[in-house]
């Protein structure tokens, strides 16, 4: 069992290390992008409130289940966002 334990935490970790770059993804987009994405006001506080899990992420090194559990508790929104993202979009 202890093999498998370290294993899982070097999978958490390596995987944890590419929110970064998920990130910059989620930033990078344009504003018209996003406005196809999330048009209306209640769709961008979502889309806001994503990049907020994501940077939690990256600072607290959360692990996949509890950045998957916020993202599901965002809403369909906030799925469909991070869909777009690679990466993200693999773990949804």
Known sequence: MGKFSELFK???KSFNQ???EQLKQLKALTEEEKSKITPNTTD??????LIKII???????????EI?????????IA??????IP??????
């Open 44 to 49: 961008k506080e979502v889309y806001d409130n």
């Open 87 to 92: 990466g993200l979009k693999e773990i949804l």
């Open 79 to 84: 799925i469909n966002l991070a869909k777009k």
């Open 55 to 65: 940077d939690e992420a990256t600072q607290k090194n959360l692990s996949q289940a």
């Open 18 to 20: 590419n929110y970064g």
């Open 68 to 76: 998957i559990s916020k993202i599901r508790d965002l809403g369909s």
């Open 10 to 12: 070097e999978a958490d």
